[in-house]
């Protein structure tokens, strides 16, 4: 169990630590991994940005993740192919959410001051992280997103998170560091006593903070 998400990172912090990394850059996912992103940062002191990606929800149930996309120029999209057969959704059916998070990743593109583009290093180790994972949708997407700019190597880094999700990951990252690695994982607010929204107001403050911290890959 956490405290919140500043201990969070802390703990995760201390276990990146162990792997001796030189060049890399943390990228936190906002809004809620953003807080634990920047204590991994400030740990490393290494720089800290940003990949704005987006859940798109089945149209009946915004919570039911069918996929997730990131960017705009075109959108990069991921869809679980597996769970939208199940259910019987095309493709098609998503289109309406996909132009609605299209505009909403263009708006906190805005409000975060980023342009289309987060810090690009193909050489760097990039480190993903979030404040935990429940489907992996949108961890899914900011790999692929990663890969499509060509980085080399690339790891996930969350307090908490299914096991079999983790594997699946593991077949786009080259490796997944866990703190607490469970079985089934009905919701990643069960493992923090203080799981309140992050604000956007909070990312924009992280990000100043982190930019004050040293800039060496």
């Not at 969070?8 to 060049?23: M, W």
């Not at 909403?104 to 409000?111: N, S, V």
């Not at 180790?125 to 429940?134: P, S």
């Not at 307090?159 to 999700?165: F, G, I």
Request: include cysteine; aromatic fraction near 6%; charged fraction near 30%.
């Amino acid at each position: 169990m956490f405290r919140d998400r500043a201990d969070a990172g802390k703990k995760l912090a201390d276990t990146i630590l162990q792997h001796h990394l030189d060049r890399c850059i943390v990228y936190g996912l906002p809004r809620g991994g953003v807080p634990v992103a920047f204590q991994v940062a400030r740990a490393l002191g290494k720089p800290l940005d940003i990949i704005i990606v987006k859940k798109i929800g089945a149209p009946n149930d915004e919570e039911l993740a069918l996929g997730a996309i990131a960017g705009n120029d075109p959108p990069l999209l991921y869809f679980n192919g597996a769970l939208m057969d199940l259910l019987g959704y095309r493709e098609e059916d998503l289109q309406p959410k996909i132009r609605e998070k299209q505009k909403e990743i263009l708006l906190l593109q805005e409000k975060f001051h980023r342009d289309k583009h987060a810090t690009k290093d193909p050489d760097a180790t990039a480190i993903i992280v979030d404040d935990g994972i429940a489907t992996g949708a949108t961890v899914k997407i900011a790999i692929m997103w990663l890969r499509s700019i060509a980085q080399k190597k690339i790891i996930v880094a969350v307090p908490v998170a299914q096991e079999s999700v983790i594997k699946d990951i593991l077949k786009l990252a080259d490796e997944v560091v866990c703190i607490h690695r469970v079985s089934v994982l009905y919701s990643v607010g069960e493992y923090y006593r203080d799981f309140s929204q992050t604000s956007n107001e909070e990312v924009i403050m992280l990000l100043k903070r982190a930019n004050s911290m040293t800039k060496k890959y």
